[in-house]
C-alpha cells in the first residue's frame, strides 16, 4: 500500500470517526488541473523569503519521486504564468503536482476543487471566534492596512500569518485585495498566534480552510479559484448565468457585490446596486457597466458615475442576457481590443491560420506572464473542445483560447509533450540510400540485387538490378544510371516499369517519381483543418511536405523541416506518422532547393 492509498483510507476514517473530545476536524484545500487529458491533484503554495523551487519541490508528491524531469515539466505547465522557475519571488502563488487521479476519484475532483479533512488536537473553530471581532468596512479601508495595524508591517512573518488567518476566519472574501464599503469583515486578534495550535494550522501546507465550501452545483476553475470574484446567484437555482462566465474568459474581475454611492449635485447621494448593474473590469484599466433597461441611472447619472471611474463605459443588456451579446458588448464598447482577423503564422515548412468571432488583445504582458491575446469560443459539447496540441501551441504565439459551454465558462486544459512522438528520421547519404530507407519507413519492399531477363536488339538479356515492390504487389525497377541507351525502353515493352534516378536530382522529386510509378496516392503540402465543432473558430494548418497514403488506412507525413512538437503532437495523435528527413548530415542528396541546400546539389 503507498502512501496515497493510505492517505485516502485515512480520510475515509475521519468521515467516519468521532473526533476526540475538543479535537475538531478541518480542511485542506487541493486544486486539479487537467494534464494532457489527465488529471493531477495540486497543491497550493505561496512562495517565502529564501525559497527556490529544487527546495520547494524535491520532497513534494508522488510524481516528484517517479519521474523528477515529468515532474518539472509539469510544474511549468501548470505554472505558465512563471517565466523562469528559477526566478521565483516571495508572495507569487504557484501549484504543486502531487500524483495523477483517475476520474472521480476524489470528491470534488470534476469541480476542479478537492477538500481533504483532516482532525487537529485542538478546537480551533471555538478558539477562533473566541479571538475575533467584526468590522464593518468603511471608505479607504484595505486588507492588508487593517491586519498589518495589528500583526506587523507588511512583508513581515506575522503579518503574512495575519492574512493567512483572515481568510480562513472570511471564506467569503474571494480576494483581500477586493472588498467593498459595508462589508462586515472578522478581523482575527494577534494573540492566536501566540496558541500551541496555530503554527501546525499556519504551515500544514496547502490551503486550510475551517468547513468544506465547494457547492456541488458549482464548478470552479483552478487556475483563476483566487483571482476571480464570484458574480452572486441571483436566478433560480438550475438557471444559467453569463456573468460569472465573463470574467473567467475575458481574463477581468466583475464588482457585483454591494452598492456604489455618490455625490449628486442637489446634495442627495444615489447608490448602483451592483447585483443588478455588475461592472466588468478589463485589462489596462478598461471598465464596462452593464445597465438593464428601464433602469434608474439617467444621463447625468451616468456623468457622475463616470467621474468616479476612469475610463468606463456603459452597455445596454437585456433582462435575460446571453453571452454572445455580453461578449457584443465589450467588443462595441472597446472596439480598439478586437483583433483583426483573420490570424496567420509562418515558419520554416508550416503555414498556420485561424479565424474567430471573439477575439480580443489583453494587456501588454507583464514580466514572467506570457498573455497577449484571448479568443473566446462556444462549443457545442465537451468533446468539441479546440484541440488542446494547437492551443498549446497558440499559446507560444501568445494566444490562449478559452471556452465555454451553455453560458459556462469551461476550466482550462494544460497541454505539454510529455514524451516526444516517434519520427522516423532519415539522414540520405546519397540517393540509394535515401530509396532504401525511405521504402522501409513507407512499408514498401526494396530489394538491391534482383536478376531481370528482357530481350535487346534480338538478344536476351540477363542483368541485375534494384526493384520496388507496393503494398498491392505493384513493382518497378530503380535505375540508378547503370542501364544505357535502348535497354530502359525494351525493359519496360516487357511490361516492367523503371525508375530512372539521375544525379542530381532531389529526393523530393524521386519521392514523387517512386508515388507515381507505383501508384500510391499523395497530398503534395497538406492542410490540416479543425475546429469544426467550433463554428465561431475554424482554421487550419499547411506542411510543406507529402502525405501519402501507402494503403488506405495509414497516413505517412514526409517532411524536410522540424515541426513544432505541439503541431507533431496533434498529427500523431490523428493518426499520421511523419518521416522526417534530416538535413544537417546530406552530402551529395538535397531534398529541395533552398537558401540552406543551394551549394548541396551533386
Request: proline share 7%.
Amino acid at each position: 500500500m503507498n502512501r496515497w492509498t493510505a492517505a485516502l483510507l485515512l480520510t475515509l476514517l475521519i468521515f467516519t470517526m468521532t473526533p476526540p473530545c475538543d479535537a475538531e476536524v478541518l480542511y485542506k484545500r487541493y486544486y486539479v488541473h487537467n494534464v494532457n487529458g489527465k488529471d493531477v491533484l495540486t497543491e497550493p503554495y505561496s512562495v517565502q523569503p529564501n525559497d527556490y523551487v529544487i527546495k520547494i519541490l524535491k520532497a513534494r508528491g508522488e510524481i516528484s519521486h517517479e519521474n523528477f524531469s515529468l515532474f518539472l515539466n509539469i510544474f511549468k505547465l501548470i505554472n505558465n504564468q512563471i517565466a523562469d522557475i528559477n526566478r521565483i519571488h516571495p508572495g507569487d502563488r504557484i501549484f504543486i503536482p502531487l500524483r495523477w487521479l483517475q476520474p472521480d476519484s476524489l470528491p470534488g475532483q470534476r469541480r476542479g476543487i478537492v477538500d481533504l479533512p483532516f482532525i487537529t488536537a485542538a478546537p480551533v473553530k471555538r478558539l477562533l471566534a473566541e479571538n475575533t471581532a467584526t468590522r464593518e468596512v468603511k471608505k479607504g479601508d484595505s486588507v492588508s492596512c487593517i491586519i498589518a495595524r495589528s500583526f506587523g508591517p507588511l512583508g513581515t512573518k506575522s503579518y503574512r500569518d495575519g492574512i493567512k488567518l483572515f481568510k480562513l476566519v472570511n471564506p467569503d472574501v474571494k480576494s483581500i485585495h477586493r472588498i467593498y464599503v459595508g462589508q462586515t469583515l472578522t478581523i482575527p486578534d494577534p494573540s492566536v498566534l501566540k496558541e500551541a495550535w496555530a503554527k501546525s494550522v499556519l504551515q500544514s501546507g496547502g490551503e486550510v480552510i475551517l468547513s468544506s465550501q465547494v457547492d456541488e452545483d458549482e464548478p470552479v476553475e483552478p487556475s483563476e479559484a483566487q483571482s476571480s470574484v464570484v458574480y452572486e446567484e441571483t436566478k433560480e437555482k438550475g438557471q444559467k448565468d453569463p456573468f460569472k462566465a465573463l470574467p473567467k474568459l475575458l481574463g477581468g474581475v466583475l464588482l457585483n457585490r454591494g452598492r456604489y454611492y455618490f455625490p449628486a449635485s442637489n446634495g442627495n447621494d444615489f447608490s448602483v446596486n451592483l447585483a443588478e448593474s455588475p461592472i466588468l473590469q478589463l485589462p489596462k484599466g478598461r471598465r464596462i457597466l452593464f445597465k438593464k433597461p428601464g433602469g434608474n441611472l439617467t444621463f447625468a447619472k451616468q456623468v457622475i458615475i463616470a467621474r468616479h471611474f476612469k475610463n468606463l463605459a456603459f452597455a445596454e443588456t437585456s433582462e435575460k442576457p446571453v453571452l454572445t451579446t455580453l461578449l457584443e458588448s465589450v467588443a462595441k464598447t472597446f472596439p480598439e481590443i478586437v483583433m483583426d482577423m483573420p490570424l496567420s503564422y509562418a515558419q520554416p515548412g508550416l503555414t498556420f491560420g485561424l479565424t474567430t468571432q471573439w477575439g480580443f488583445r489583453h494587456s501588454t504582458p507583464e514580466k514572467g506572464k506570457l498573455t497577449t491575446s484571448i479568443i473566446v469560443s462556444e462549443v457545442n459539447g465537451p468533446s468539441q473542445r479546440f484541440p488542446m496540441e494547437l492551443a498549446a501551441y497558440l499559446r507560444r504565439h501568445g494566444i490562449v483560447i478559452r471556452e465555454a459551454l451553455e453560458e459556462e465558462a469551461l476550466p482550462p486544459i494544460f497541454f505539454s509533450v510529455l514524451e516526444p512522438p516517434a519520427i522516423t528520421r532519415i539522414v540520405p547519404t546519397d540517393r540509394k540510400h535515401f530509396v532504401k530507407e525511405l521504402a522501409n519507413a513507407l512499408g514498401l519492399i526494396y530489394d538491391p540485387n534482383v536478376s531481370i531477363s528482357f530481350a535487346y536488339a534480338g538478344v536476351q538479356v540477363e542483368a541485375s538490378s534494384n526493384m520496388l515492390t507496393g503494398t498491392d504487389g505493384k513493382q518497378t525497377l530503380v535505375d540508378f544510371g547503370n542501364i544505357y541507351g535502348d535497354a530502359i525502353y525494351a525493359i519496360e515493352s516487357s511490361g516492367l516499369p523503371v525508375l530512372s534516378i539521375t544525379k542530381g536530382q532531389y529526393l523530393y522529386n524521386i519521392t514523387l517519381s517512386i508515388l507515381t510509378k507505383l501508384g500510391i496516392p499523395y497530398e503534395e503540402n497538406p492542410s490540416f483543418p479543425f475546429g469544426k465543432g467550433t463554428p465561431d473558430l475554424t482554421g487550419q494548418f499547411q506542411v510543406e511536405g507529402l502525405l501519402i497514403r501507402p494503403i488506405p488506412s495509414v497516413k505517412k507525413l514526409v517532411i524536410s523541416e522540424t515541426l513544432p512538437e505541439e503541431i507533431a503532437a496533434y498529427l500523431h495523435n490523428q493518426g499520421v506518422s511523419i518521416i522526417s528527413i534530416q538535413k544537417r548530415e546530406i552530402r551529395k542528396a538535397a531534398w529541395w532547393p533552398s537558401s540552406e541546400q543551394s551549394n548541396l546539389k551533386s
